[in-house]
């Protein structure tokens, strides 16, 4: 099984991801986690990241396909993964395409999860307490959700045109929204 997470910050990505994870026993590939422990291995990907991530921006398309191009490479990515976080631009899904065709994968799915502004931002809020994330101050959640409906949420379309766009309602319990995902799956 291979799928795409796509969603606004706080819509739940994460959590329905590892969910996802274990009930098909396949990997889950968030690029924010895999960025957030280059930043703190002080590697040259996460030196260069920190700027773009502290401010809410996206770091550039060039470091996550290098990335990304290297880590569907590798053979525990043959037996399925969720990718959580990527593709985030239109030059990103085009540069996944290029990959998969590359290395004869074929996606199952790309599940939209959706679910109101006002509630995310109250979420990542409340979450911000206790996240220790660098990027969770009140301004720059404003501007992660700001550059999600900039450059994230032309995606949709994007997948939606290759017919294999799902979409989800992202309000209500973890368990149900697990059970909407695999319905549609
Ligand atoms: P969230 O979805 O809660 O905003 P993530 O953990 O997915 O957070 O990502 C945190 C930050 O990492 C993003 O705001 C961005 O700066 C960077 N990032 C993660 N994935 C990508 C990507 N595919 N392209 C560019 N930047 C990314």
């Not at 959590?15 to 009930?23: E, N, S, V």
């Not at 199952?108 to 660098?134: F, P, W, Y």
Request: aromatic letters at 4%; a neutral charge; proline letters at 3%.
């Amino acid at each position: 099984m291979k799928l795409i997470l796509l969603g606004p910050p706080g819509v739940g990505k994460g959590t329905q991801a590892a969910r996802l994870k274990k009930h098909f026993k396949i990997i889950h590939l968030s690029t924010g986690e895999i960025l957030r422990g280059e930043m703190a291995n002080s590697s040259s990907v996460g030196i260069q990241a920190r700027q773009y991530i502290d401010a809410g921006n996206l770091v550039p398309d060039e470091i996550l396909l290098k990335m990304m191009n290297n880590r569907l490479r590798e053979k525990d990515c043959a037996g399925g993964y969720i990718l959580d976080g990527f593709p985030r631009t239109i030059p990103q899904a085009e540069g996944l395409q290029i990959l998969l065709d590359e290395i004869n994968h074929e996606l199952n799915a790309v599940i939209s999860i959706t679910a109101n502004q006002d509630e995310l931002v109250r979420r990542l809020v409340l979450r911000a307490k206790d996240s220790g994330r660098s990027d969770d101050t009140e301004s720059v959640i404003q501007e992660r959700q700001r550059v999600y409906w900039d450059q994230t949420a032309p995606l949709i379309h994007f997948y939606k045109e290759k017919n294999i766009l799902k979409s989800v309602d992202g309000l209500g319990a973890i368990q149900d929204i697990t059970d909407r995902i695999l319905g549609v799956v």
